[in-house]
């Protein structure tokens, strides 16, 4: 039983020692009984440094206030993803979020553990990035545009499709006002290029556009990069604008809104609301005059559905709705992309391709482009990578998975291709609600009660088809 046990624990700290995070973990008098090779790697130590020794003896700037796991062996409460900003031993400043949790047994405390996660290079790029926007934007006293800012303009999007060409009048029009926009599209069918191009075509051109991927920033995080933060408000925090007041008098565009959690949704609907930005750990806000436009890559019935979007921020961004169609229903614009693509990269491989082969033409109006606009430029760039200086691009020029997707397709092609599910429950729903109106005579509440969905539901399905 003796032996048992010891093997036991040899497993469990082989196991925390291959965990890539930071653990800590001491007992109920606060001395490290369990300290791994990535925390000490973080605060510039070694593991028996810190082994056997208490808390505050090892890291003396801390108190027993500030100690997150002191506090959690005091209180038995958990401290779930709090950040933490402090200076090792050889002088390095990091940046972690540290989840502190008690260890019972038998309902007694005997210690506690702490799980840091090192956002230090993440926060690093992070704040360099809002040094930068907010020194241009200061610089002479004036707002300065840098050359990474909205560079596409609305004649920058290259389409024949009616339905794009729409899409362009629209955002022209809606471009002089400083309504919220919702933008869905496909990743790669150009959200943001629609979005610059409505920035530059507005009063607000001369003024600051930022854009954040709100998925490419982790969320315990991202609530600072938007508002801001003030000194004190949480360990190691400074006073720093957020993005909101660095983009003030001009766009904000936040691409895949719905992978931002919940609770910041909660936060940013209410800048909405009241036009004030308030920094973590403030009391007070800031006036602000910002256009926000926001993209999902998901349909938002479908985001609001799985809880990945608030209903109440989607009824308030939804003022001005745009829907980018993707490539596979828009193939016509296929021939004109092709050619501004082979021209763009003609001039930066320094080329003369004349085209694309007719065959080349006929695998990718057959191919369905998951990647859609994105896809096909890279596609073009890797062709004219193969290709020869001048001439035709050709069927052995093209990226292996295309040719691949397209053997497939010849191999089945007794079989009716499948579709996109979405598209045809798009299709089938059309249907339904067109037959709907036809037998109520266009009543729209006759309609609803026929097809069992609430009044609103129908009116939008309406709008937006």
Known sequence: MFNESIETNAMLKAILQTIDEGIHVVDSNGITIFYNEVAASHDGLTVNDVLG???????????????????????GIPIINQQQSYTNSKGKRIDTVNTTLPIKVDDELIGAIEIAKDYTQIKRLSEKLLDMQAMMAQKDGKSVK????????????????DDMEKLKKTAQKVSSTSSPILVYGETGTGKELLVQGIHNASPRRAKPFIAQNCAAIPSTLLEGILFG???????????????????????????????????????????????????????TGKLIDVRVVAALN???????????????LYYRLNVIYFE????????????????????????????????VDEEVLELFDSYHWPGNIRELKHAIEFAMNMAEKDGMIQM???????????????????????????????????????????????????????LKIPRQTLQYKIKTK
Do not use: W
Not at 298 to 311: A, D, Y
Not at 326 to 354: C, G, M, Q, S, W
Not at 424 to 439: P, T
């Open 53 to 75: 020794s208490h808390v505050l003896d090892v890291f003396p700037s801390l108190t027993k206030e500030t100690s997150t796991l002191l506090k959690v062996i005091q209180t």
């Open 146 to 161: 840098k050359e990474n800012d909205a560079h596409f303009h609305l004649h920058d999007i290259i389409t024949i499709h």
């Open 229 to 283: 933060t003030t000194k004190g408000s949480f360990t190691g925090a400074v006073d720093r604008a957020g993005l909101f007041e660095l983009a003030n008098e001009g766009t904000l565009f936040l691409d895949e809104l719905n992978s931002m959690p919940l609770d910041i949704q909660a936060k940013l609907l209410r800048v909405l609301q009241e036009g004030v930005v308030r920094r973590v750990g403030a009391s």
């Open 298 to 312: 998901e349909e938002p019935e479908c985001c609001i559905e799985n809880k990945t979007l608030r209903q109440d």
């Open 324 to 355: 980018i169609p993707p490539l596979r229903d828009r193939k016509e614009d296929l021939p004109v992309l092709i050619d501004h693509f082979i021209e763009t990269y003609n001039v930066r491989f320094h080329k003369a391709i004349e085209g």
């Open 396 to 450: 052995e020029h093209i990226p292996g998975h295309i040719l691949r997707d397209n053997k497939g397709t010849k191999r089945k092609k007794s079989f009716s291709p499948i579709r996109p599910l979405r598209e045809v429950l798009r299709e089938k729903e059309d249907e339904l609600i067109s037959r709907a109106l036809s037998e109520t005579g266009g009543n729209i509440q006759q309609a609803a009660k026929l």
